[in-house]
């Protein structure tokens, strides 16, 4: 065992049996956990030839589930970013009663079944449901079609981006804003002039987890939208269709869009992540250092 270098406390697993072997460790449960099912959707979905991959591809169902899949992302991850910067903004910037529960509300998502919120939309706006009679006197349709999808996909992806952005705005505090204010701006201006140029890469980054998990969610969009091929069924499920059908080629190649669609939002999220180190970094580099008096 090496020796520790004077003046620096000993680290947990400070030495190379421990080093190497946590290291190997994690290799190891990276290699057949995350890296292994990714290469075989990879291969599976090429394993017909290009031919067969494209045509599975460009099938109608497929393009359909890609269409409805990426419409269903268009709205769903713009509402829950305004939802989530309401939210972080009036948790970290106002004292009001009933605020902690109000934290305690939005990670609900977090702990709940996706399958289990898909059965309680079912009992609020299905036909026997709290307002189904109500909207089916109205004709309108929320099961079963486009908003039933869309209103599962925001449950389930609600708090990704308020959870980003309320630790990041308590540790700033509310003195930026409140000197703001004082100067005379107004709210709106102090939101987009103050507030948003300290949370940009935090907000770009809770959007990035919300879009992945929108595009990839299975359990709630399987019980509200009713699995109709060709009409209600997003990519997820489009892939479970395919492989029940024993169509294994276009399963895995259904597969490799939203293995593609993961591997761009990795690179996203380190991208915005290195960007934002970057720019937390820059004003301590800029730093003036004190000037110190010299003694004569």
């Not at 994690?26 to 017909?48: C, D, K």
């Not at 305690?104 to 309680?120: D, H, K, N, R």
């Not at 952005?165 to 409140?178: S, V």
Request: charged letters at 15%; aromatic letters at 8%; a positive charge.
């Amino acid at each position: 065992m090496k020796p520790h270098r004077k003046g620096r406390p000993p680290r947990v697993g400070d030495t190379p049996r421990v080093r190497r072997t946590l290291i190997g460790v994690v290799l190891f449960l990276t290699a057949i956990v995350i890296v292994a099912p990714l290469l075989v959707i990879v291969t599976q979905a090429f394993s017909q030839g290009a031919a067969v991959f494209a045509a599975a591809i460009m099938h109608p169902d497929t393009l359909h589930a890609i269409l409805l899949t990426v419409v269903t992302a268009l709205i769903a991850v713009p509402v829950n970013t305004a939802f989530g910067l309401a939210a972080a903004w009036a948790i970290t910037k106002f004292d009001f009663p009933g605020r902690r529960l109000l934290l305690v509300v939005i990670e609900i998502p977090f702990s709940i079944s996706p399958v289990v919120a898909g059965v309680a939309y079912l009992f609020v706006y299905g036909l026997q449901g709290l307002f189904g009679p109500a909207l089916q006197e109205a004709d309108i349709k929320i099961l079963f079609a486009l908003p039933g999808i869309v209103l599962a996909s925001m449950f389930v992806t609600a708090p990704f981006v308020a959870r980003e952005l309320i630790p990041l705005m308590q540790a700033q505090g509310r003195d930026l804003e409140e000197a703001a204010t004082s100067l005379g701006a107004s709210g709106w201006r102090t939101f987009f002039f103050v507030t948003l140029p300290n949370i940009r890469w935090a907000l770009l980054y809770g959007v990035v987890l919300c879009n992945a998990r929108v595009m990839g969610e299975f359990g709630a969009v399987s019980v509200v939208s009713g699995n109709i091929r060709g009409q209600t069924n997003t990519l997820p499920l489009h892939v479970e269709l395919l492989y029940h059908d024993y169509q294994t080629a276009g399963a895995f190649a259904a597969a490799s869009i939203l293995a593609l669609l993961a591997v761009l939002t990795l690179f996203a999220k380190v991208l915005l992540e290195r960007r934002g180190a970057g720019r937390a970094r820059r004003p301590a580099l800029a730093a003036p250092q004190p000037v110190q008096e010299q003694t004569p």
